[in-house]
């Protein structure tokens, strides 16, 4: 048979990942599965049987997956191991993932890109902490076709009571993660009963080997037949030409679409696609595939930035909750700061709160904890220096997944769960309902080529309670402690220590002795709660008439701002 096809007419693929508690046996069943299917060579086979026998062990199928020597010796998978596996219906890339709790760090890496798992159950020992550990692995990277392997088999004379039981219980721990099990077998990866053929000594089971369950697994849709995402990595200038340059993380992208550059929200047309080589030019590129684009609009953009089209745009949220894993050295604690990169994205960010850590022993989740040690799974909010744009990781996996940086190591990884979605205004702040402009943190300065005061944008545009905000910039300086009184959208901000503490509607603001501001930054010279209801009142009854008497009175434009001298290159 020649299996199924993908479009382009080749085989199709399938990546899986084979997980569990260490010693229950999933490289031995992998081995087994390869073996008794005829996909190893016999060269493979002939040098395990040589290590082996230099080491004074028995052969092992499971040594036929194992990279080093060094691990055959230990006897534990250190790292996840992918092999290329074919059967009449498809082709699938295997992944071994590592068991032992040390190597967690590489199955998360090896299973990412995993569209089904086969949790592998010892059938004597049952559900054990890395298996229920993996599972929970497994629901964070969004994998939902499940099937469990009840191996060892015959150590407990292929008792059904025992399958079943076994079966009991890992359903009851995969349902606490919101997961199920597609299919069940058992077998025994040593002995070869069920993996391939079925086995005479378990004529009770009714359901596919090992190998017919593999070709019962759906193939998820491809990343290319996803909405666009495409991650900038750099943006090249050559001559004339302006190149977006990026890694396709899905969809497709081709000469005359319309595409909006996120977070800054930019539409454009892409008017080709540039290639090193004439003969590589192409009129389209797709998921899995480098490109530059060329656009016919001239927008500032920057690595981080995600193309996509223009109807199916990604979230922009500074304020993200997240699952994330946590490998870290040192405990994760509310308020601590760290690197976040989430596709080519970099910003800094802040642990805000953690709403509850999961034990991934008992799922039992606790409330508020001070800290998440090592190889602990926590529920957290994130707060970002800078909105990017990103997607709920059940929705995009690309654009929402993310690792978090502790100095130079990888410390945590996690998935995006909710974001707040702050694209509604473009400069100012938010919480709930209340919404304000302000340029504040806009930098002044004059502009020497075009002899003219211009301004340019932040980086950061919008804020929210919490938030941290940049008292010193090129052309402005605020103490740790100011309010803001936005007259034309008639609210307060107040800073404390340097972040927003509080927001309310302007008629609700009373003077606290604390300096002001108005939205544009200049200061208001108010010392009283009289003088704030007269300025008040002055700047409701605001016209083009009397604004400039209002500003002369009210305003002083040399404590907060100054103009420094640019020109059109001028950057922040």
Known sequence: ???????????EKLKLVFTGHVDHGKSTVIGRLLFDAGSLNDGAVAKVRRIAAETGQPFEFAHLLDA?????????????????FRTEKRDYVIIDAPGHKEFLKNMISGASDAEAAFLVVDAERGVEEQSRRHAHMLSLLGIRQIGLVVNKMDLVRYDRKVFESVG????????????EINSRIPLSGLKGENVVRPS???????????????????????????????????VYKFDDRRILAGRVESGRVKIGDRVLISPGRKTATVTSLAAWLDKDLKDEASAGESVGLMINEEFFHRRGDVVSLEDDPPLISDRIKASVFWMGR????????????LASAEVEAEISEIDNLIDSSTLALAPKPARVGFNEVAQVE???????????????????RFVLVDGHDVAGGGIVTWAEER?????????GELKARCEIFEEYYYNVDEMSVSKAAPERPLYTLGDRVPLTGASYRYPELFDIVIFRDR?????????VAGMLPLGEYSYQGAPLVNGRGFGVLVRSQDDWLKARADFEALTPANESELARRWLDFNTYRRIVIGGNDFQI
């Open 1 to 11: 048979m020649a299996g199924d096809m993908t479009e382009g007419g080749a085989r």
């Open 68 to 84: 080093f020597e060094e691990e055959q010796k230990q006897g534990i998978t250190i790292d996840t191991t992918q092999l290329q």
């Open 168 to 179: 009991r219980e890992a359903s009851e721990c995969l349902a606490g993660l919101g997961l």
């Open 200 to 234: 005479t000594r378990m004529p009770w089971h009714r359901g596919p080997t090992l190998a017919g369950a593999l070709d019962g697994l759906k193939k998820s849709t491809s990343p290319a037949g996803r909405g666009l995402r495409l991650p900038l990595q750099a």
């Open 330 to 341: 040192t405990p994760l604690k509310p308020r601590g700061r760290y690197k976040l990169k």
């Open 382 to 400: 994130i707060r970002l220096q800078r909105p990017l744009a990103l997607d709920l990781f059940s929705r995009h996996q690309g654009t929402g």
């Open 423 to 431: 694209s509604d205004i473009k400069f100012g702040f938010v919480h």
């Open 491 to 499: 609210m307060a901000v107040l800073v404390r220590d340097g972040r």
